[in-house]
């Protein structure tokens, strides 16, 4: 089992940054993927980052490409999100997550999820 601990979400103004952090204990996997994934109410998970825990690219989609940063920190078993040019539109709660493997899979889903930390973005 991964258990995975999020925090760093928040109140913020649009254009602002935030930066999440995410904690993980438990299973250790060299490989395999970590990830962000949001869901507003009334809307699907999506996913909004993730990276290669083996080779460290990265996968986003369009939707936060170029304003969204995820990192990973192997030895501590950590990683983040950084979100900068925040729109009212990211407005979420940001879930972290882990899987095994690494590839287009992701987008359907992790195996492994945090319980959550909310994110705002006012206008």
């Known amino acids: 089992q991964v258990q995975l601990v999020e925090s760093g979400g928040g109140l913020v103004q649009a254009g602002g940054s935030l930066r999440l952090s995410c904690a993980a204990s438990?299973?250790?996997?060299?490989?395999?993927?970590m990830g962000w994934f949001r869901q507003a109410p009334g809307n699907e998970r999506e996913l909004v980052a993730a990276?290669?825990?083996?080779?460290?690219?990265?996968y986003y989609p369009d939707s936060v490409k170029d304003r969204f940063t995820i990192s990973r920190v192997t030895a501590t078993k950590t990683a983040y999100l950084q979100m900068n040019s925040l729109k009212p539109e990211d407005t979420a709660v940001y879930y972290c997550?882990?899987?095994?493997?690494?590839?287009?899979?992701?987008?359907?889903?992790?195996?492994?999820y945090g319980k959550g930390t909310r994110v705002t973005v006012s206008s």
């Open positions: 997550a882990a899987d095994s493997s690494y590839g287009p899979q992701m987008i359907d889903g992790m195996d492994y």
């Open positions: 438990g299973r250790s996997f060299s490989s395999g993927a």
């Open positions: 990276i290669s825990l083996s080779s460290g690219n990265t």
